[in-house]
């Protein structure tokens, strides 16, 4: 599939008339604006259009074969500054080519810089990557980045071969195409070096570039802590925001009152210092502070005299992540009056004389298409400081809008009403925010690319309408509630519909651009949720679409953290497989939403029967507190430790009654069902749901197992399900008691973090003892479990399990999501390289990855995305891994009791789990194993049969 920007924007580009202005303005401007359109707010501004003829079939450069290198290479500028990038392209592989044969280093160098722009502002992030690393000696970006032992040798490598004056401004393109990738560390790295290198006229542009890339790792840090509550991406996120305050303040001092060629780099430093602070504050506001429900600030609390800042080292870690010295900014103090100040109302940058001075600057800029950009960004921010009055920032969008349309550029036009609109709904004026997002949306829909802006006029204006619905459980008239609410469920349907058309194009985009995305579409399909499900009793109709809706977002989620598209290929819906092939299965999708618990039961029809199936979904809701999160969290706590065993029996009681006891009235009348499979939501999928407590008033009390075998599945659809035949197992097992220390030099973190894991030769042992000749076992042990020797047997080997005894850790970040081998860890990622050849060598896929020493990240709340990542990547049908770590000893008789209901052919691999579980917890069998926190973590995803 072609990239997003490539199959729609080609003729947009060529479309484009920009006024002429200087090549250094338009070159810090364009990149400054790609790297920071989710900074903004902005997200999809990349391309401006102009109404004009059609382009020529054949590109200008193509057409003129006799132009000269010097010739092809101005076109190519001209081209580009006019917003014909396609066109740029071309003039400038071309030169390259030419100044090859010439033997012309220098201007060969400058050339693949230009090219890399361009294709940078095509989208085509990889293929910029490639193009700038070989003016450094490399051919190719495509697993440069990935595989860490190339980049760090290439690492060690760039700052020799940028050894002129042209490959030293080609650093600065590549830090800045490495950010665009999400690959913010090294970004970081090669921007430091091109600072190092450059010349002091040069300097303001790369520290503007450093802030932007430091931004972003603060943007990541901030969401790593929300998902994982870690108390180290708080203090980095912290320390990052502070170092990209402190670039921006450095590129305003390169520069000076005498540089006028600079303008554009200060006036966007002045601006990303305005927008910092604002999100910082809405961090504060609407992060941390939901999070914690208004109890603690907890920003504030970093600096108290026992305060991480004071009390631990790990701001030292977060500064030496940046490459920079910690002894060099231990500043706990500044850091506090920064963040103080940054937090402020009383911020200057926040300030009208301050807001008036940026204004009148941007009201300098020349009549461009590059200016509305500014101005539309401004604006955005505008909106969101309380004290700029309303009419302020409407003349300012109106005279925006008015010169949007002397340009003929339809989509700033169309962002300049949406910006009108979101103004008015914030200001509580609902008729015009109506009209303006109307307005807004209509000229969306007759833009050649509508979809791009589409679907933020659509949740805009179905937001408006939904805040005109009375509270769910406000008395109200029929006819007041319907009106509004069936618009609004209307809008938000049309939101999602071109939000899934745009879906999978956004997968190979810009990471930055992925998460932004992915923030737009958790709200937007929670708010459709939300009105689906709105009515005491909703229609059978809209209990389907909210199914659907909620379990695209989990294949969003899934997309997002794999970067890939999910195969969707040889797949099956689930209520064909739950009808037709596991008629004892009920599948439930419990739904977290702000004030309650939607769950819609999906129960086994008649097979003979003629119904849709629609009649059989069931539904009930649970309302909650604002602790509910509180005691999630606080029941997982104590499943993991040992003196809990009565805390853990009430809370499991109380989250199986929230959860799951208004199941019981379907299930009764359905005696032959004997399993769960759950389609979980968010945080929910932490919860080892075998420890919910049916009855606490038995001794020993009834778990949720001792009446059903219990799943999850990550996604509505899984790869088509079968039971495992015939029972004669083919088993491929690898086990790590410890790794190499000399080989784990470079990865110090992973080396002291995991101890050893004495048992895992005989875990492995006990497989072929309890199989004999029932099962095929190959095995890698220690030294021979190494990556090398891994990808080689998973690639020459026929087999249906894959056992791992080796530690590992499960993550909502790819990059924390990791297994043990002898010689490095190996990541989520690089799986997939290890598995490449596999499937053509197999003709079924891997029935089941068994993880047995592997642990969620603590406190993630989507950390079982990682399990489902390891199976996507070794394209296995479904896994089963602990949330928590075990004595090894526990590992060693769980995989037994495992393998012997495996082997059972009349059970499937949701009951052999269930049975394992419940020996192990037999007192006479394990005494002492009572507690759940020995039985409970193991958890298998996917195909339950």
């Given amino acids: 599939?072609?990239?997003?920007?490539?199959?729609?924007?080609?003729?947009?580009?060529?479309?484009?008339?920009?006024?002429?202005?200087?090549?250094?303005?338009?070159?810090?401007?364009?990149?400054?604006?790609?790297?920071?359109?989710?900074?903004?707010?902005?997200?999809?501004?990349?391309?401006?259009?102009?109404?004009?003829?059609?382009?020529?079939?054949?590109?200008?450069?193509?057409?003129?074969?006799?132009?000269?290198?010097?010739?092809?290479?101005?076109?190519?500028?001209?081209?580009?500054?006019?917003?014909?990038?396609?066109?740029?392209?071309?003039?400038?592989?071309?030169?390259?080519?030419?100044?090859?044969?010439?033997?012309?280093?220098?201007?060969?160098?400058?050339?693949?810089?230009?090219?890399?722009?361009?294709?940078?502002?095509?989208?085509?992030?990889?293929?910029?990557?490639?193009?700038?690393?070989?003016?450094?000696?490399?051919?190719?970006?495509?697993?440069?980045?990935?595989?860490?032992?190339?980049?760090?040798?290439?690492?060690?490598?760039?700052?020799?071969?940028?050894?002129?004056?042209?490959?030293?401004?080609?650093?600065?393109?590549?830090?800045?195409?490495?950010?665009?990738?999400?690959?913010?560390?090294?970004?970081?790295?090669?921007?430091?070096?091109?600072?190092?290198?450059?010349?002091?006229?040069?300097?303001?542009?790369?520290?503007?570039?450093?802030?932007?890339?430091?931004?972003?790792?603060?943007?990541?840090?901030?969401?790593?802590?929300?998902?994982?509550?870690?108390?180290?991406?708080?203090?980095?996120?912290?320390?990052?925001?502070?170092?990209?305050?402190?670039?921006?303040?450095?590129?305003?001092?390169?520069?000076?009152?005498?540089?006028?060629?600079?303008?554009?780099?200060?006036?966007?430093?002045?601006?990303?210092?305005?927008?910092?602070?604002?999100?910082?504050?809405?961090?504060?506001?609407?992060?941390?502070?939901?999070?914690?429900?208004?109890?603690?600030?907890?920003?504030?609390?970093?600096?108290?005299?026992?305060?991480?800042?004071?009390?631990?080292?790990?701001?030292?870690?977060?500064?030496?992540?940046?490459?920079?010295?910690?002894?060099?900014?231990?500043?706990?103090?500044?850091?506090?009056?920064?963040?103080?100040?940054?937090?402020?109302?009383?911020?200057?940058?926040?300030?009208?004389?301050?807001?008036?001075?940026?204004?009148q600057q941007i009201e300098e800029l020349p009549e461009t298409h590059a200016a509305l950009f500014t101005r539309l960004n401004f604006a955005k921010n505008l909106i969101r400081i309380k004290n700029v009055p309303t009419t302020k920032i409407k003349q300012f969008l109106e005279t925006s809008i008015e010169q949007a349309k002397r340009l003929r550029d339809s989509k700033t036009e169309s962002y300049g009403y949406g910006y009108l609109g979101e103004l008015y709904e914030k200001r509580g004026e609902f008729e015009l925010a109506k009209k303006n997002t109307e307005t807004a949306l209509f000229i969306a829909q007759s833009l050649e690319l509508a979809s791009e802006t589409e679907y933020l006029w659509e949740w805009q204006l179905g937001r408006i309408y939904k805040s005109q619905v009375p509270a769910r459980t406000q008395a109200q008239t029929k006819a007041m509630l319907q009106g509004n609410l069936n618009a609004a469920r209307e809008i938000y349907q049309r939101a999602y519909v071109t939000l899934q058309s745009l879906r999978r194009e956004l997968v190979a985009a810009n990471p930055d651009a992925q998460f932004s995305f992915l923030n737009d579409i958790d709200s937007i399909y929670r708010d459709y949720v939300n009105l689906l499900l709105w009515d005491d009793s909703p229609s059978p109709e809209y209990l389907f679409k909210a199914r659907e809706v909620i379990a695209s977002l989990q294949a969003v989620e899934l997309e997002n953290f794999l970067r890939v598209a999910c195969p969707e290929y040889n797949v099956e819906e689930i209520d064909t497989i739950v009808d037709k092939k596991a008629p004892n299965t009920a599948f439930l999708y419990p739904i977290r939403l702000e004030d309650r618990i939607e769950v819609i039961v999906k129960l086994p029809n008649n097979v003979n029967s003629k119904s849709s199936g629609k009649e059989k979904l069931e539904h009930y809701r649970e309302s909650i507190t604002v602790n509910f999160e509180d005691e999630i969290r606080q029941f997982q706590r104590d499943l993991e430790e040992e003196y809990t065993f009565e805390a853990v029996i009430k809370e499991g009681k109380k989250i199986y009654d929230l959860l799951l006891k208004g199941t019981e009235k379907f299930i009764k009348n359905n005696p032959n069902i004997d399993t769960l499979v759950f389609a979980l939501d968010t945080n929910l999928r932490n919860i080892p749901l075998a420890a919910l407590v049916v009855d606490d008033t038995k001794n020993p009390p009834t778990y949720l197992i001792d009446k059903y075998a219990v799943a999850l599945a990550p996604r509505l659809q899984i790869p088509t399900p079968r039971i495992i035949q015939d029972k004669k197992l083919s088993v491929l097992a690898a086990g790590l008691t410890k790794p190499d220390a000399e080989k784990y030099r470079q990865f110090p973190e992973y080396f002291q973090k995991f101890g050893k894991l004495p048992f895992v030769t005989r875990e492995i042992e006990e497989i072929q003892k309890i199989g004999g000749s029932k099962i095929s076992l190959d095995k890698l042990v220690d030294d021979e479990f190494n990556t090398n020797q891994l990808e080689r047997k998973v690639n020459s080997s026929i087999f249906q399990i894959l056992h791992l005894a080796t530690h590992g850790e499960f993550s909502s970040s790819p990059e924390k999501t990791f297994i043990l081998s002898y010689d490095k860890p190996i990541v989520v990622n690089e799986l997939g390289n290890i598995f490449r050849r596999q499937a053509q060598n197999q003709p079924e896929p891997i029935e089941l990855i068994v993880l047995s020493a592997c642990e969620t990240a603590a406190g993630d709340q989507r950390a079982t995305l990682g399990i489902s990542g390891v199976g996507v990547r070794a394209g296995a049908r479904s896994a089963i891994a602990s949330l928590w770590t075990l004595d090894d000893k526990i590992s060693v008789d769980f995989t037994k009791k495992l393998y012997e209901q495996l082997l059972k052919p009349e059970l499937t691999k949701a009951q052999a789990l269930r049975n394992a579980q419940r020996e192990l917890r037999d007192e006479k069998k394990f005494p002492g194993r009572q507690h759940p926190r020995y039985w409970a973590p193991y958890i298998l995803l996917g195909n339950w049969l």
């Fill in 1 to 359: 599939m072609e990239p997003l920007l490539k199959r729609h924007f080609r003729k947009l580009y060529r479309r484009i008339s920009v006024q002429k202005v200087n090549h250094q303005i338009i070159y810090l401007f364009i990149v400054a604006l790609i790297s920071l359109i989710s900074v903004f707010g902005i997200h999809k501004l990349l391309v401006e259009k102009a109404i004009g003829s059609e382009p020529a079939a054949q590109l200008i450069c193509t057409k003129t074969p006799n132009l000269s290198p010097e010739q092809l290479s101005s076109q190519g500028r001209e081209s580009y500054e006019s917003g014909q990038f396609d066109e740029a392209m071309d003039c400038w592989q071309k030169a390259i080519a030419g100044y090859r044969k010439l033997d012309n280093e220098t201007e060969t160098v400058n050339n693949q810089i230009n090219l890399a722009q361009a294709e940078q502002a095509l989208g085509f992030f990889p293929r910029a990557c490639s193009t700038l690393l070989q003016i450094y000696g490399e051919e190719s970006c495509k697993t440069l980045p990935q595989e860490e032992e190339k980049h760090n040798e290439f690492g060690k490598k760039l700052a020799e071969r940028a050894n002129s004056p042209s490959k030293i401004a080609g650093l600065r393109s590549f830090g800045n195409v490495l950010r665009g990738l999400g690959e913010l560390n090294w970004s970081h790295e090669v921007l430091l070096l091109s600072l190092d290198k450059s010349q002091p006229q040069e300097k303001a542009a790369i520290w503007l570039d450093l802030g932007n890339t430091r931004r972003a790792l603060s943007n990541k840090e901030q969401d790593l802590y929300y998902r994982s509550q870690d108390e180290q991406n708080l203090i980095c996120a912290i320390i990052d925001g502070y170092a990209t305050t402190e670039a921006y303040q450095m590129a305003e001092g390169e520069i000076g009152s005498t540089s006028p060629s600079l303008f554009n780099t200060k006036l966007q430093s002045q601006l990303n210092q305005l927008s910092l602070v604002l999100d910082l504050q809405d961090w504060r506001n609407n992060g941390l502070n939901q999070q914690t429900k208004g109890k603690q600030d907890v920003l504030n609390q970093l600096f108290s005299p026992s305060g991480l800042f004071v009390r631990n080292n790990k701001a030292e870690n977060c500064w030496t992540q940046l490459g920079l010295n910690p002894s060099q900014y231990k500043l706990t103090n500044q850091i506090n009056l920064w963040l103080v100040n940054q937090l402020s109302e009383q911020n200057p940058l926040i300030q009208l004389p301050k807001i008036d001075n940026l204004q």
